[in-house]
């Protein structure tokens, strides 16, 4: 598959190349030039298909012919080794948990199957890679773990100091090796804007191969779609009409469902489900897209201004304002909201959500009230315990911690402070 920048001004290239660059060089996101559905037999026997068949299936034309069939099959094996349970909450609501692999957030899937392929290309290239991140909380502890040990690749994360949780900033920073942190005097946004900066700093450039494993990378955003599908197969026989809650930052994960549903996944709509951080929600009511500051939050993932996929959707939908509304909705939610769902998803379900699932929760609510007949699946994206003083004080009640999250608590941060790009750059050349 090639791709192309959507930024028009770069040309197209590889799969590999585009793994390898991260982002087009001139500063725009890749795009795959086709995409061609899966057959109807394909989701006639989904039933009978692994989670390893189905992603197999699902992003081989992404991929090929960069990586051969039997290595593609040996990545998403490896990739997809935990489960992707659907829990029923009631007629209308059903949660998809995301959380049971090794850092307990959706972004470990995207993170080991991006270290895979860029591992795989490393093999025929001599030339050391260094990984660049951004993060609200999650993408750095998946990659930190996808990529820990990984031969002729340098990691640096950065981090806005204090908008993290706790146990968010052990997993980033406590692994060593090939794995550096970089605390952020700032918020998400000016690290996301000094990564993307760096890509087009020719000094750097010229004396290092970059790459990011944010959703930028298309290594990152693509195996997201197969949450949908996953879904899709343990709720199509009960429920016909589905439609997927995504608490939503970057919107690299509700972009990755449009790209299931381009595939022909039968989704009837999608929600992007809010913090205060509502730049989409807010276009949706006026057609006016106007990025502004993140606002910080109880989920601070999706604490983003900006978010670098909405480019995408709009690549989707062809610009088309009315298109891209009829097939999806945003709302908002406020802390005190998040907080009261919290609650409620506890007394009424007896379940456990963290932030980012309850924001989620409240999007499949809203939706419901105008679609009483549909089914809403709001993606729980990380597990509660991560954010263990917002879950503990809401619900009263203490949470025992998961063994992937005992492994990191006490552990020692190590962690460089900076406030400025010239210090990220300064750190880089080192
Ligand atoms: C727990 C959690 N929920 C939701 C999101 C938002 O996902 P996206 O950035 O793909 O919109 C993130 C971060 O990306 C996250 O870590
Ligand atoms: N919410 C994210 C922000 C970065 O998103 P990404 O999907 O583009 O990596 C985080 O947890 O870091």
Redesign the pocket.
């Given at each position: 598959m090639n791709y192309y920048s959507l930024n028009h001004k770069a040309p197209n290239t590889t799969f590999k190349d585009a793994v390898i660059k991260g982002l087009a060089p001139d500063k725009g996101l890749y795009f795959p030039e086709t995409i061609t559905p899966l057959p109807q037999s394909f989701f006639d026997n989904i039933d009978n298909l692994s989670h390893s068949e189905i992603a197999f299936e699902a992003i081989k034309q992404f991929v090929s012919p960069e990586i051969p069939e039997d290595v593609l099959k040996t990545i998403v094996e490896e990739t997809l080794a935990f489960d992707f349970p659907i829990v029923k909450l009631n007629d209308n609501i059903s949660t998809l948990e995301l959380f049971h692999g090794p850092t307990m957030?959706?972004?470990d899937v995207g993170a080991r199957f991006m270290a895979r392929c860029l591992g795989y290309f490393n093999k025929e290239n001599t030339n050391e890679v260094t990984v660049l991140v951004a993060t609200?909380?999650?993408?750095g502890g998946a990659v930190a773990n996808g990529f820990l040990g990984v031969k002729g690749v340098n990691v640096v994360i950065l981090y806005p100091s204090g908008k993290v949780s706790e146990i968010q900033e052990k997993q980033l920073t406590t692994l060593g090796q090939n794995i550096k942190a970089l605390e952020v005097d700032g918020v998400f946004d000016d690290c996301q804007d000094m990564v993307k900066r760096a890509f087009l700093d020719k000094e750097l450039t010229s004396k290092m191969q970059l790459t990011s494993a944010n959703?930028i990378n298309v290594a990152r955003w693509l195996p997201?779609l197969f949450y949908f599908m996953f879904a899709y197969k343990q709720l199509h026989k009960e429920h016909k009409d589905i439609v997927f809650s995504?608490?939503?930052?970057?919107?690299?994960?509700?972009?990755?469902g449009m790209m299931a549903q381009q595939l022909g996944l039968p989704i009837k709509h999608f929600i992007a489900s809010n913090n205060d951080n509502n730049v989409v929600t807010n276009y949706l009511q006026t057609e006016e897209y106007i990025p502004k500051p993140s606002v910080q939050t109880i989920?601070n993932?999706?604490d983003?201004g900006n978010?670098s996929?909405f480019i995408r959707i709009q690549e989707i939908y062809k610009k088309e304002f009315t298109s891209l509304k009829n097939n999806l909705s945003s709302y908002s939610f406020s802390d005190e909201e998040t907080k009261t769902a919290l609650k409620e998803i506890y007394d009424k379900y007896d379940y456990v959500a963290?932030p980012?699932g309850a924001v989620g929760y409240l999007g499949c609510k809203a939706y419901l009230k105008n679609n009483p007949n549909t089914h809403c699946v709001f993606?729980e994206?990380?597990h509660p315990t991560?954010f263990l003083d917002v879950v503990e004080e809401v619900i009263e009640e203490k949470q025992p911690l998961p063994k992937q999250i005992q492994a990191v608590i006490g552990k020692t941060k190590e962690a460089t402070k900076i406030s400025s790009y010239k210090e990220l750059k300064n750190f880089l050349l080192k």
């Open positions: 957030a959706f972004k609200s909380g999650d993408t959703s997201q995504v608490p939503s930052g970057n919107f690299g994960n509700v972009c990755a989920s993932a999706m983003v978010p996929n963290d980012h993606l994206t990380a991560k």
